[in-house]
Nanobody, 114 residues
Framework: QVQLVESGGGLVQAGGSLRLSCAASGSIFSINTMGWYRQAPGKQRELVAIITRGGSTNYADSVKGRFTISRDNAKNTVSLQMNSLKPEDTAVYYC????????WGQGTQVTVSS
């Protein structure tokens, strides 16, 4: 089992920045990919960014150039630096990790006001 705990959400004005962090515990040796998904009201959960244990990354087109994902394998954490935030980035952001199965954090709200 893997437990994921997110932190860092909040309210920010358009153009501002936020940093999300996620700490993994439990069977952390088995984790390969970690990352972030988000879900806005009335919409499906969507990929934001993922990073493998080796550091390969993948971003949604909508956040490329604005968001940066990073990972500390020694500390079992993954972070998402979000710059130039837009109102359409408003969503609940979920930390994600995979080993033999996917794991999800409880989610953290990000609200971007116009």
């Amino acid at each position: 089992q893997v437990q994921l705990v997110e932190s860092g959400g909040g309210l920010v004005q358009a153009g501002g920045s936020l940093r999300l962090s996620c700490a993994a515990s439990g069977s952390i040796f088995s984790i390969n990919t970690m990352g972030w998904y988000r879900q806005a009201p009335g919409k499906q959960r969507e990929l934001v960014a993922i990073i493998t244990r080796g550091g390969s990354t993948n971003y949604a087109d909508s956040v490329k150039g604005r968001f940066t994902i990073s990972r500390d394998n020694a500390k079992n954490t993954v972070s998402l630096q979000m710059n130039s935030l837009k109102p359409e980035d408003t969503a609940v952001y979920y930390c994600y990790a995979t080993s033999a199965r996917p794991y999800w954090g409880q989610g953290t709200q990000v609200t971007v006001s116009s």
